[in-house]
């Protein structure tokens, strides 16, 4: 599932740019992205491993390659577990506080795939797991995120507040089209007992949700032209043009026709973080 990174590499390669107000060294770049392609193969394959039960039991996932036999569990984990290996030899060759950081994501790797068990809001640990990448991609070229200040015979506690934003948003965003996708088991999470937006409010009710999110994340990535002194117009174009993606998305929702839904929870998700990247990367370099 390669191309799922593109849910979270621009975004990690935006917060890489705008913290080193430009392109960073090349090795941050190479071992950056290595963390990030290892990270999310290694939770793709746990999450086939930890749902193998499920989707044996969903027709909508009963052809995934665990159920259908098409790889086995023990097959998964070792995947899992070199990728993870890929993933912590990386962020050690970054800074040692991305190395000490890097346990905090495999542990929402790992919790994530159980919540649906118990916790309507899985999505949104979902999100919180993708959005790891752009703290991680800051801490790559700062190293640091959260520091203190002495003012006055004072210690204060501060952090960084623009990959919180960013980390807040593409969180919302995530969580958003995985509700979105969600849509199509609203009958069989229900009857199994698994937790889910919209297994719990309904069609209309997780797609309102769904909105939410999105509107939140629209306006958090409008608010870094206020913290960030190299986007401009430019920046606010390439967040309008997603926003209209982002409508249309919401707009061709059909959980009975697979071919839309995959065009809502994936292609044009993916078109979304390009095009932001995009225009990111015109208003930091060329304007």
């Known amino acids: ?9 621009p975004f990690a390669l ?14 941050i770049i190479i071992y950056g992205l290595i963390a990030l392609v290892a990270a999310r193969t ?32 023990i097959e998964a984990l070792l995947i899992t577990i070199l990728a993870y290996i890929v993933y912590f030899y990386a962020a050690y060759n970054i800074n040692l506080l991305c190395f000490y950081s890097s346990f905090i994501p495999i542990l929402f790797f790992t919790v994530y795939p159980y919540t649906k068990r118990f916790t309507y809001f899985c999505h949104l640990i979902l999100g ?18 959260f520091y203190l200040s002495f003012n006055q015979n ?17 969180a919302l965003w995530n969580a958003g089209f995985d509700t979105i996708y969600g849509t199509q088991d609203i009958e069989f999470d229900q009857t199994n007992h698994i937790f889910s937006i919209p297994a719990r409010f309904g069609l209309k009710g997780g797609l309102i949700i769904a909105k939410i999110f999105h509107l939140l994340m629209v306006i958090l990535l409008l608010s870094l032209i206020f913290w960030v002194d190299e986007l401009s117009t430019i920046y606010i174009v390439g967040i309008i043009l997603s926003t209209v993606f982002l409508l249309f998305e919401h707009k061709i929702v059909k959980p009975s026709n697979p071919v839309l839904m995959k065009i809502a929870s994936y292609k044009l998700n993916q078109l979304i973080s390009i095009t932001i990247f995009l225009f990111t990367c015109i208003d930091i370099f060329f304007i």
């Open 1 to 9: 599932m390669f191309s799922h990174t593109l849910f979270s590499l």
């Open 128 to 145: 919180v797991s993708c959005a790891f990448a752009v703290l991680g991609a800051w801490m790559a070229v700062k190293d640091e995120l």
């Open 154 to 170: 004072m210690i204060l506690f501060k952090m960084n507040i623009i990959p919180i934003i960013l980390f807040i948003a593409v």
């Open 14 to 27: 935006i917060t890489m740019f705008i913290a080193a107000n430009g392109m960073p060294r090349r090795e």
């Open 42 to 73: 290694g939770a793709n394959a746990f999450n086939r491993y930890a749902d193998r039960f499920i989707d044996s039991n969903n027709p909508r996932t009963k052809n995934r390659h665990i159920p259908s036999g098409k790889l086995k569990s």
